[in-house]
């Protein structure tokens, strides 16, 4: 018997951190779908820009979180190789989006839309 509610206990945990598992893929799918729709918007995208724009954007932003991740401890280190990445990326974003307004935006987005997504978190706690 003590077996038996030992494995009961067992696959009841195992299911618990499956389906934690699936959730937490489900919201960061969700987060990234929602990143898509408001840079898209923000900048205007049309669906030939989008279609370029995306692939290098995706490629700025892993090569930001390398930076972050080898410079750590060092932020002023972080920081000079952020402008170095974004000097990197400049033309091929102003290739694409053919606007300097445009491209400068596409460097502050990240940071407009952890604004936007906190304001919208501070909106629904207040919500009843």
């Known amino acids: 018997m003590k ?13 618990y951190l499956c389906d934690a ?28 820009e989008a279609k370029q724009f995306w692939p290098v954007y995706n490629k700025y ?6 930076a972050r991740h080898d410079h750590s401890n060092d932020e002023i ?8 990445i974004k000097k990197r990326y400049r ?10 307004d445009r491209v400068n935006k596409t460097f502050t987005m990240e940071k407009s839309f952890r604004d936007f997504l906190r304001k919208e978190l501070q909106q629904r706690q207040k919500k009843p």
């Open 91 to 100: 033309p091929d974003f102003k290739t694409i989006l053919k606007d300097d």
């Open 3 to 15: 077996k038996l509610l030992i494995l009961a206990y067992l696959l009841c945990f195992a299911y």
């Open 77 to 84: 280190a972080f920081e000079e190789e952020v402008v170095n």
């Open 61 to 66: 932003i892993e090569e930001l979180k390398k």
């Open 21 to 48: 598992q699936t959730q937490a893929q489900s919201k960061d799918e969700r987060l990234q779908s929602l990143k898509i729709a408001y840079i898209t918007k923000e900048l205007n995208l049309t669906a030939e």
